[in-house]
């Protein structure tokens, strides 16, 4: 049996067995990255609900983990040189990669240009549809100055057209489906719940919105999408 005590966050949220992956997490689009690879992996782990919440986020118990305060987080109990804690969703879908040998391509070629659209994804597309959420759905949807909404809704389109460009002719981002799907697609199905499709065109796209059905109809994916569940 693993030995977890090293592992602060675990007092706060104990592990049933901690034999098993303990995931820390909130089904958001970046927190579903983790419990998708998990399922589609097919790997052994236990899911713990840490909410959004100062009172989670910014509890010592997870910053012992995470000192940047976000969902997701990991402890691997057979890590490669012993228990391993590891934060943010893009290097989570990495190590689960290369841990199981799935999702990440058969060749160095494949992993390189899988990896490229891994960070399309953490530095583009994700953090410029959150901006833009904000400004639609949340508190920036009261500022008055109409150029934050527009400087974000550009960028949105922007890259969904760099995404609907890359499918052409593909069923998943590079060659077969990859961690590269499982960090993108969650995103791009965030404009349904910032409310903004029409606003940046969604269906206007020739191949994005058959891209994220065929992604969503994934049985990993329809399980691991509300894992841990919310409240």
Known sequence: MADLSAFPITTRWPAKDPSVIQLYSF??????????????MEMAYEPHLVTLS??????????????????????????????????ESGAILLYLAEKSGKFIGATA???????????????GLGPMLGQMGFFYKFAGADIADPRPRERYRD??????AVLDKQLEGKDWIVGDYSIADMA??????????????????????KNVPAYVERFFARPAVAKAKNIPPRP
């Open 109 to 123: 070629s494949d992993k390189a240009q899988i990896t490229q659209w891994l960070m399309f994804q953490m530095g």
């Open 155 to 160: 960028e949105a389109m922007r890259l969904l």
């Open 54 to 87: 100062d009172k989670d986020v910014k509890s010592d118990a997870f910053l012992s983990i995470n000192p940047n305060n976000k969902i997701p987080a990991i402890i691997d109990p057979g890590g490669p040189d012993g228990p391993i804690g590891i934060f």
């Open 27 to 40: 089904p958001t689009p970046n927190g579903v990255k983790a419990s998708i690879a998990l399922e589609e």
């Open 184 to 205: 993108i697609a969650p995103w791009v199905n965030a404009l349904e719940f910032y409310g903004t499709k029409d606003v940046v065109g969604y269906h206007n796209l």
